[in-house]
């Protein structure tokens, strides 16, 4: 994707990795607007970049999704890159009594989230020249972490809705975009201060890279040994077996 120039809507902006991306992008001279449910990580992150933009929301909320989405369209007709990044990563137990609060959370913020929200602006991006939707996943979504179990199904579940969204996107200006980030120093899961994972900004640096190149999938780090562990040709695969499944369902 292009690296100038655009208006970039990223949930999930205001810590951590969505944090870096939108101060990268934003240096990149992007219009960078960014939303979280913490007003004061928010209000934090813009007074430390000048021009950056925020709105709250509640990606759990389909209501604020649908408010905060014509509020975009409306302030921000521009807008051509949503970047859903926000997340939840918490601990479970598979093989016991799963905590029905962090269930529910998880997967409504983790996948119904990325899903209302690209819903609520999927016609706006279609309307613009050049549109992208990046999907933050995990390498976990590719070979699970079984102490968060319901956390790595989330990202695998939106890495494959991520596959068919970018098959029906294909003939459209709207791209589809996963960026699949592996271990990194962040809040998620206490690892900030952990030396065996990437440190943040190597990952954002080595990220934006990738991001200017052509590739459906953003792969850095670690991230690419787990990735290939489920198949480097999925994608191909995908298009063929949908090809192949429509031509089934027209009667040819």
């Given amino acids: 994707m292009k690296l100038t120039g655009n208006t970039i809507f990223i949930t999930g902006g205001g810590t951590g990795i969505g944090r870096g991306l939108a101060e990268a992008l934003h240096k990149l001279g992007n219009k960078v607007i960014i939303s979280g449910r913490r007003k004061e990580r928010l209000e934090e992150t813009i007074r430390a970049n000048p021009g950056m933009s925020a709105v709250e929301l509640n990606v759990q909320d389909p209501a604020s999704i649908k408010a905060i989405a014509k509020q975009l369209i409306e302030e921000y007709p521009d807008l051509n890159i949503l970047f859903n990044n926000a997340g ?12 029905e609060d962090v269930l529910v959370s998880t997967v409504t913020t983790n996948v119904l989230g990325p899903i209302r929200m690209t819903s609520a602006l999927i016609e706006h ?3 613009k020249e050049e549109a992208v939707i990046i999907n933050t996943t995990s390498a976990l979504g590719f070979v699970p972490l079984a102490m968060t179990a319901v956390y790595s199904a989330t990202k695998a579940a939106l890495h494959s809705y991520s596959l068919s969204q970018r098959y029906l996107l294909k003939d459209t200006s709207v791209k589809v975009l996963e960026l699949a980030p592996p271990s990194v120093q962040t809040d998620l ?3 900030k201060d952990n ?5 943040l900004a190597q990952f ?15 792969l850095v780090g670690d991230a690419k040994i ?15 077996f949908n090809d192949m499944m429509s031509g089934m369902s027209n009667g040819h």
């Fill in 226 to 240: 787990l990735r290939d562990n489920s198949g480097p040709n999925e994608g191909a695969f995908v298009t063929q």
């Fill in 88 to 99: 939840i990563m918490q601990p479970d137990d598979a093989a016991g009594v799963i905590d």
């Fill in 195 to 199: 030396p065996r994972v990437m440190p």
């Fill in 189 to 191: 899961m206490n690892l």
């Fill in 125 to 127: 991006l279609k309307s």
């Fill in 204 to 218: 954002i640096e080595a990220t934006i890279k990738v991001l200017g190149t052509d590739t459906d999938e953003v």
